[in-house]
C-alpha cells in the first residue's frame, strides 16, 4: 500500500491502488474509506484529462436573410450555413412572403450559402409544397456549386425549379406563371 494521499498520487498509483483494495475487500471501515477516496480521485482525474483532450466545440452558425424585391417579385436571399440547428430559421420568412405576396410565387436565393444539409433541403421541400397549396412557385437561385450539387443528387430541380442567378429565377417565375395563365384561356377564334 501506499503511504501517499489520493491527491498526491498520479493516475496510474491510483488504479494500482484500487486493483490492490478491490483485491484485499478489506472489511475495516478506514480502508473502505480510503477506497471511496481513491475511486472519486480517480474518477475525477480521467474525467478532468477526458475533458481537456476534447476539442472545443465550434461557434454556432447563424443564418443571415433579407428580403428584397427584383421586378417586384420577393427574393429572399439566406447567407451562411444550411444546417440541422439553422434550416428552421428557413420557414418563418419563406412562409410570411409566400402569404404576403400577390404574385406567381418566391425566388430564394441560395447564392451566399456555403454549406446545405439534407435538413434544409427538407425546409425547401415544405416551401415548395405550401407554395402549391396556395396555387405560386418557389424556384430557386443557386450559383455555389457546392449548393447546387447538393440540390442535384436530392433531385431536388425535379420539383422545384432551380435556376443560376436571381434574374434568371424572376424571368422563369414569370414565364411559368405567363404560361400557366395562357393554359387556362379558351380559344374563341375557331
Known sequence: MNDKEPWEMSVAELRGEQQALRALRSRTYAE?????????????????????TRR?????QHLSVQVRRVDGV???????EIDL???PE???PLRAELLKTWGPGIVVDLDQVHFLSSA?????????????DMAKSVVISVSAQVVAKVLRLAN???AVSVCASVAEAV?????DTAAHRGEGRIDHTQ
Open 90 to 92: 428557413l420557414d418563418p
Open 156 to 158: 431536388f430541380d425535379s
Open 74 to 80: 420577393p427574393v429572399i436571399a439566406f447567407a451562411g
Open 171 to 175: 424571368a422563369k417565375l414569370r414565364a
Open 32 to 52: 473502505r474509506v480510503r477506497l471511496i477516496l481513491i475511486q472519486d480521485e480517480l474518477a475525477d482525474r480521467v474525467a478532468s484529462t477526458h475533458l481537456s
Open 85 to 87: 440547428a439553422t434550416a
Open 56 to 60: 472545443p466545440m465550434p461557434p454556432i
Open 120 to 132: 434544409g433541403v427538407a425546409h425547401l421541400i415544405d416551401a415548395g409544397i405550401w407554395a402549391a
